[in-house]
């Protein structure tokens, strides 16, 4: 019985020091705001009174809050009213810095009437440009930087048609020399027919790269043939990839005496690794008639053609295919005025090189 007492009694005057000893925690806490905004904390009057008021001292009056807060320090050696009179010292510093410095912007504002203004810095010289971006001689890399000067050439169609009852061919020719944006073009094309070329023409053109893919053109054009007087003409368009991977040219001619229009449309189409399949569309039209030449005005020709060639090296591919032209409106009745046919297919088989 008396042990179960002796026990309970223990258990009590330790619950009772365990409040005496967190009841200052709490009051510090409270009364200075940990845990709270600054904005809740009390403001430097009211701190020192409020501190003053916790120890049982009168509330500080004039300039004497730093001699009252001295003494709470000293007080403070023995206890935690000490630590509590120090918290409220810094904090009433704070706060009279954050005040003095609210009142001395618009003092300065109305003293000076504007924010001052920064200062001035003249413009650099030719002759500081040249000392902070030296000459690097050998070691410019803007050269380096601008691509080398490449070439590409392509003999797309060297072929002959087995079929025909004479010795009959074509050619066709694409080059190119130049950088990533300014490049000189070739382009020649030609039929020959038992030993001679029935007709040929050559193109020289100037391209400038204006988008991602498209480039356009300006340059000469000549045609030749047997039996005709040849012919200049000046030329300007446009060449790229359209979309759905169509190699697209389109370029209009001007010459004495007329203009004309021309359009080809490729595209491959890659069967395996080796085996491609390329299509290829053109058509041509002139604005004037010119009986001589056998041309009427409007849609003169259209060609179409299926190609299958197999890599036997990337740069060298034989292939055979199916080759139809077609003459139309006033064309086709000037070549059957003449005794010419107006539509014909042959069979193809030639050579893809390039280098």
């Known amino acids: 019985m008396c042990n179960a007492q002796f026990t309970r009694c223990g258990m009590a005057a330790a619950a009772l020091a365990a409040c005496a000893l967190a009841a200052p925690v709490f009051a510090q806490m409270h009364e200075g705001g940990h845990g709270k905004p600054e904005s809740d904390r009390p403001s430097g009057a009211s701190a020192h009174q409020h501190g003053a008021h916790q120890h049982g001292a009168p509330p500080p009056t004039g300039h004497t809050d730093d001699g009252q807060h001295g003494q709470h320090g000293q007080h403070g050696q023995h206890g935690q009213h000490g630590q509590h009179g120090q918290h409220g010292q810094h904090g009433a510093a704070g706060v009279d810095k954050r005040a003095s410095a609210a009142r001395e912007v618009p003092r300065n504002r109305a003293a000076g009437g504007a924010e001052p203004a920064l200062p001035y810095l003249p413009p650099p010289t030719k002759e500081a440009l040249e000392a902070a971006f030296p000459d690097l001689g050998v070691f410019d890399l803007r050269e380096h930087m601008r691509g080398p000067l490449i070439g590409h050439l392509l003999f797309d169609r060297l072929e002959w048609m087995p079929e025909a009852d004479e010795p009959q061919g074509a050619l066709e020719v694409d080059g190119w020399l130049g950088y990533d944006f300014n490049r000189l073009w070739l382009r020649a094309d030609g039929a020959w027919h038992d030993g001679s070329w029935e007709q040929a023409r050559a193109e020289l053109h100037y391209g400038r790269a204006f988008a991602r893919w498209w480039e356009a053109l300006i340059g000469l054009r000549r045609d030749d043939g047997e039996g005709q007087s040849p012919r200049h003409w000046l030329g300007v368009g446009i060449q790229g990839l359209a979309p759905y991977w169509l190699e697209t040219e389109l370029t209009a001619y001007f010459t004495e005496g007329q203009q004309a229009l021309e359009l080809e449309l490729e595209r491959e189409f890659l069967i395996t690794n080796r085996l491609i399949l390329q299509g290829v ?43 139809w032209e077609r003459a139309f409106g006033d064309s086709a009745d000037l070549i059957e005025a003449a005794g010419g046919e107006t539509s014909e297919s042959v069979f193809v088989a030639g050579l893809r090189v390039w280098f």
């Open 281 to 323: 569309i053109e058509a041509g039209a002139h604005l004037r008639d010119e009986p001589q030449q056998l041309i009427g005005a409007g849609l003169t020709e259209g060609e179409a053609g299926l190609r299958l060639r197999y890599l036997i090296k990337r740069e060298f591919a034989p292939y055979i295919g199916w080759q």
